[in-house]
Each structure stands twice: as C-alpha cells, then as structure tokens.
C-alpha cells in the first residue's frame, strides 16, 4: 500500500517569497508522483506529475517539483509566491498497475501581502 | 473541450435518509472515473473507480454505492445515510490509468443532521 506524508499542515510566507512544500511517499514498486492545488470549496487542479526521467519537473504557474528516490520525496517549490497561490496543496501517489490514487493530507499554504 | 459536472452543488440531508449524488462528463469518451470523499478541512478519500460502464470497484467501505449507467455518468448514493457522510464529494475523470492527470468537479458539500 501506498502512503504519503506531507509534514507541514500550514505554511505561511510572504508574497515574493520562496516557497517549498515537502511530500515523502512510502512505496516499494513503480509508482506515478502528483502535486494539485485546491482553493476553498472548489475541486482539485492538476499542478505536475512525476514518473521517469528528469527528476526536476516543471508544472503550472512557476511551480517545480523535485523527485529524490533516496529520500522517497517529492517536494514542490516555487521561487516567487503571489498571494494567489494561497491554497491547500495535496501530494497524490499512484501505483503504475491499478487505479488506486491516495493523496496527503494537504498542505494549507497562506501567502501574506 | 471536456466538462465534468456535479450535482447538486450541495445537500443538506437527515440522517437516515437516502443520497443520490451525479457526475457527467461531457467530451470524453470511455474515461476512468472516480469518487472521492473529504472531511472538512482534510485529505481525500478515494471511494471508487470505474474504468467502463456497468463495472465500479470499491476501494473503501463507507455504506455507499457507486453506478455508471452510461459512459459520461457515475452516481454515488446510499439508502440511508449517517452522520460521518459529511463533508465533500469530489468527481473525477482522467483518460487512463493511474499514470493520468485527475480532472477533477468542483464537488458537492453534503451535510448529514
């Protein structure tokens, strides 16, 4: 079974700040990594994924995510915040042979002007 | 372009009382679909997944049921309904397996009283 941590439960930064949201995952096969935005009351946005390759990737609105197989991380960083990006920001893992995404228990992140 | 549409927006229900929440995608044919629960203010919980009409599977028991009469729809319901169903129900489709992006409805707020 797939598991996924994300450590901090709030963030707060201010705007024009770095900003970097750790996930650790615990899985011993092949596995998809995600990260997805979620603003109040609304569904879920993709952000990026992960699965083979480049372990940096580059997703939407200047975020970036970093894969490290020895550290089972996959922290999403961006470099200059904007208050909009004030969200709660889930980390989800996939096994590559069933349908089974499980999703972190979300980090709430506040950008203050 | 593809649409995902829940319904209703929210609900306010007695315990006890039967639940019928939908999903429609519009736009693409043949997509894997998916239910996820969250509690306010917490992680997701996926419930279930259909890969093909007729056919759901169940990754968590919470005495709700899930359909896909057609191919666009999926239907979360229950003939009675308890106080731990609150919270937020998120539809979602991707075009394949595990390895695809979630797009996910903007949910329905259930609250059970």
């Known amino acids: 079974t797939q598991t996924v941590s994300q450590s901090d439960a709030h963030v707060t930064v201010f705007e024009g700040d770095s900003v970097e949201l750790r996930c650790n995952y615990s899985?011993?096969?092949?596995?998809?990594l995600s990260w997805y935005i979620q603003h109040h009351g609304r569904g879920l946005q993709f952000l990026l994924k992960?699965?083979?390759?480049?372990?940096v990737v580059q997703g939407v609105n200047g975020f970036e995510a970093e894969f490290s197989k020895s550290d089972s991380s996959f922290h999403l960083r961006k470099a200059s915040v904007h208050w909009s990006d004030s969200a709660v920001y889930f980390c989800?893992?996939?096994?590559?042979?069933?349908?089974?995404?499980?999703f972190g228990d979300g980090t709430q992140l506040v950008v203050k002007p | 372009a593809q649409t995902i549409h829940q319904w209703p927006v929210a609900e306010i229900k007695a315990v006890g009382s039967p639940l019928s929440l939908g999903c429609t995608i519009k736009?693409?044919?043949?997509?894997?679909l998916y239910w996820y629960w969250q509690a306010t203010g917490g992680t997701l919980q996926q419930l279930f997944y259909?890969?093909?009409?007729?056919?759901v599977e169940s990754v968590v028991q919470l005495n709700l049921s899930a359909s896909r009469p057609k191919d666009d729809q999926f239907i979360l319901s229950t003939e009675k309904l308890l106080l731990s169903h609150s919270g937020f129900y998120l539809c979602?489709?991707?075009?394949?397996?595990?390895?695809?992006?979630?797009?996910f409805g903007h949910g329905t707020k259930l609250s059970v009283l």
């Open positions: 899985y011993g096969g092949s596995i998809y």
């Open positions: 736009g693409k044919s043949s997509p894997n």
């Open positions: 979602a489709w991707s075009s394949g397996g595990s390895n695809e992006r979630l797009f």
């Open positions: 989800a893992v996939s096994a590559t042979n069933n349908n089974r995404i499980f």
């Open positions: 992960y699965y083979s390759g480049n372990p």
């Open positions: 259909s890969i093909t009409v007729g056919q």
